[in-house]
């Protein structure tokens, strides 16, 4: 094969995952909501946002780097424990539509209080790592130090998160509260303290995705920053399956490299034409998503 | 002992429970029996807390159970298997004992051998999915699960639902069995009167939300009216 198109199809492939474990870790943290409450979060983007202005602003103040990381997640967590008992909390067993106007709502409420407090300018973030692509035979590779480090990040991420459903007793009530509230409650699990946890760890999650996204050089932090990265998070979502953690995660790299492969060999305005498209096919074939097991739950 | 009194549910206009007062012995099986819609359900869910009496009280060994939560009431030390068992179809057969020994303080490893000692079939089966388990199975997985945190009420609500005669006899024996130490009181929910009437000592009979019988379950056997009206047992 011609080593300029393997060298090409390569560098698509790899910066098609690296844009792909970021839809799958929004597209993750999605799912975790929807597994726990049932609810589809469309402040998904803008909850961890916030939470990020919060935790990297203190870089203004000469707190380094990591620090500020750590507090961005910490933030992202009380911002979900928050959101979920003062204003989610009553919206449980309510009309669905309910959910989805407040959390849009909230959307738009976080972004202009953002707005408002540390103005629409793009923040640039300190990269810990380098963002030049690799060379291979002096043409670029599609990987950096920083897409490294962000490939790993999203894998311990996610290594984490499904260990903790997995082996762990916390893990067992979070999933047997998401399945079977009520039979949970009978056996002394404190349901509510799983959702309120369920909201932190899925804002947690998207702090990391958020300080991943805006920490390179062309997007910056800006109350929207998290709004076009939310939209292909959400389509892996749908075509993983709401329920499905592990589908939200290969959707999320599937749809990260198809896309990278059509805006390379197409135009780039065709990517969201082509992203919508892949959701409007999976919808129609298999309308639980591609992974999910369980019947389907109107939205 | 669990005392209830003058307890009345209501679901909107409906009354589910009207002005019920019943007490249950500790160490004793209690059966409550009636036609659908008797209220038998409603009263294990008030029990329980899942649902909120409108008037009434429930004492547990003295202690109010009234607006506790039903994640406290399990900590009490009240089991309920409730309608239609209940298990995590999702969950394997350890995963739903493993949730089940969550607030017990016996080691969990202790608590499955006992688990699987008396009820064999869940240990060939500990890691097959729930779902994937015959009805009879189920239940043996309910009330293993039950079991496990150590309660000393068990609430049963419909155990024999859909089980075939002979699996229904089983588990009425492994019933009876539990209270013979007399360290476990339970309620037994239960349509099919005759199997639960022989295990029980007492029996409470439910029509439309009110007892109409409260005695000896020997005597509400005996009784050829309550038999014929309210529970079914045309000789």
Same mark, same amino acid.
């Given at each position: ?293 369980s019947s389907v739950r109107r939205v | 002992m669990i005392t209830i009194e003058h ?172 209270? %013979?130490?007399? %360290? ?39 009784d050829e009216k309550l038999r014929q009206y309210y529970l079914g047992m045309v000789?």
């Open positions: 094969m011609d080593p300029i198109l393997t060298s090409r199809i390569m560098s698509d492939v790899l910066g098609g995952l690296t844009n792909g474990v970021v839809y799958g870790l929004v597209a993750l943290s999605l799912v975790l909501v929807w597994r726990s409450t049932g609810i589809l979060n469309f402040a998904q983007g803008a909850m961890p946002m916030f939470a990020t202005y919060v935790g990297m602003g203190l870089l203004s103040y000469h707190l380094s780097y990591w620090p500020c990381v750590a507090i961005s997640i910490v933030a992202g967590f009380a911002v979900g424990g928050v959101t979920e008992r003062v204003l989610v909390r009553g919206l449980y067993g309510k009309p669905e539509i309910n959910p989805i106007v407040v959390m849009v709502g909230f959307l738009i409420v976080l972004e202009g209080a953002a707005a408002a407090i540390w103005s629409t300018k793009p923040r640039g973030l300190p990269n810990p790592f380098s963002s030049i692509d690799y060379q291979i035979g002096g043409k670029p590779f599609g990987l950096s130090d920083f897409s490294v480090f962000e490939i790993i990040t999203a894998v311990a991420v996610m290594v984490i998160i499904a260990s903790l459903f997995r082996f762990t007793k916390l893990g067992l009530q979070l999933r047997a509260s998401a399945l079977s509230p009520e039979v949970s409650r009978l056996l002394g699990v404190r349901v509510g303290r799983m959702l309120t946890l369920g909201w932190m760890l899925s804002t947690g999650v998207g702090t990391v995705t958020t300080i991943l996204v805006a920490s390179n050089y062309f997007t910056g932090l800006t109350p929207q920053v998290m709004d076009g990265v939310f939209a292909f998070g959400f389509i892996a979502a749908a075509v993983g399956g709401l329920d499905s953690p592990v589908g939200a995660i290969i959707s999320g790299i599937s749809i990260g490299i198809i896309l990278q492969f059509v805006g390379d060999y197409f135009n780039s305005n065709d990517i969201i034409l082509v992203a919508l498209l892949i959701l409007v096919v999976s919808l129609m074939v298999r309308p639980n998503g591609l992974f999910t097991r | 307890l009345s549910v209501s679901f909107g206009a409906v009354q589910a429970l009207r002005d019920v007062s019943m007490e249950v012995a500790t160490g004793k099986i209690t059966a409550v029996l009636g036609s659908n819609g008797a209220g038998k359900t409603t009263l294990l869910r008030t029990i329980s807390g899942l649902e909120e009496p409108t008037t009434g009280s429930i004492d547990l060994d003295g202690k109010s159970l009234l607006r506790e939560r039903p994640e406290n009431i399990a900590r009490l030390g009240v089991g309920h298997v409730p309608e239609g068992r209940g298990v995590i179809g999702e969950f394997t057969v350890e995963e739903n004992l493993r949730l089940g020994a969550m607030i017990s303080t016996t080691p969990l490893r202790a608590g499955l051998d006992e688990q699987y000692e008396r009820f064999p079939v869940l240990g060939e089966r500990r890691k097959q999915h729930a779902a994937k388990l015959s009805g009879g199975e189920r239940q043996m997985l309910a009330m293993a699960r039950a079991l496990i945190a150590r309660p000393t009420v068990l609430l049963l609500d419909e155990p024999s639902l859909g089980l075939a005669p002979l699996i229904t006899a089983q588990l009425m024996r492994a019933i009876h069995d539990l209270c %013979s130490t007399g %360290s476990l009181t339970v309620i037994l929910v239960e349509q099919n009167a005759s199997s639960a009437l022989r295990i029980a000592d007492h029996a409470v009979v439910l029509h439309l939300g009110s007892v109409v019988a409260n005695d000896t379950a020997d005597l509400v056997a005996a000789e």
